[in-house]
């Protein structure tokens, strides 16, 4: 009977560890399952435009977001504009700076941004020209808009021929329009515009000693 007894409690000591054991899985399984998803979901959705739009209904600042996060502002810039991504962590302390969880981040909203302002730009300084991309992530649109500053004897990079149209208009100074086809460019004050097919390639040449601003259209989105 001692012997019996002994038996017992061992298989009752192996129950019980077998079962602690498939608690443990079951509960890595279901975290994996859990973060598997919400990867899923991240990757279906503009990341940046939900972040950008809760900022915007808390109220915050990147600064202000920026110290509850411990992230650096430039680096939520980044991820507003779609320029980086964040890892489920970042993410899920970003979602709880902004008041929801991850499930509530990744809900499907039918609200469509149309309205933008300074501060969803995104600037990027080069060389010898400033691009502003006015409109954030606009790669996934029909048209993209930029604002591109040309220092004094600078150009833009080239655009090499596309099957879509593009449109400019000169706010500042004076550029050319240098194409395959016209290589010397044509002239364009304040004021003047322009509108090319994208069947050649083609750049922006500020030949002055003084800074030039134009608004530059693209569709497809090509810069």
Not at 41 to 61: A, E, P, S, V
Not at 168 to 181: A, E, H, K
Request: proline share 3%.
């Amino acid at each position: 009977m001692k012997s019996l007894e002994t038996v017992n409690k061992k298989f009752e000591k192996t129950i019980a560890t077998f079962h602690g054991i498939c608690i443990i899985i079951f509960g890595f399984i279901k975290t994996d399952f859990k973060f598997s998803v919400a990867k899923q979901r991240r990757d279906m959705i503009d990341i940046g435009h939900r972040i950008r739009q809760l900022r915007y209904k808390n109220d915050l600042t990147l600064e202000e977001l920026a110290s509850r996060t411990e992230l650096t502002k430039g680096f939520l810039s980044q991820l507003e504009n779609n320029l980086t991504s964040p890892s489920l962590q970042t993410l899920e302390d970003i979602a709880e700076a902004l008041g929801t969880t991850l499930s509530r981040f990744f809900a499907v909203e039918n609200d469509e941004q149309i309205v933008f302002t300074s501060d969803d730009e995104f600037v990027d300084e080069q060389e010898n020209c400033t691009i502003h991309w006015i409109i954030p992530n606009a790669q996934k649109n029909e048209m993209e808009p930029i604002l591109i500053e040309l220092e004094a004897n600078a150009e833009s990079k080239l655009i090499e021929p596309h099957e879509g149209e593009e449109f400019g208009y000169v706010l500042r100074g004076r550029v050319l329009l240098v194409r395959d086809s016209n290589k010397k460019g044509n002239l364009l004050r304040k004021g003047d515009s322009f509108y090319i097919r994208g069947d050649e390639s083609h750049y922006l040449k500020n030949d002055t000693d003084k800074k030039a601003v134009v608004l530059w259209v693209s569709t497809p989105p090509e810069f």
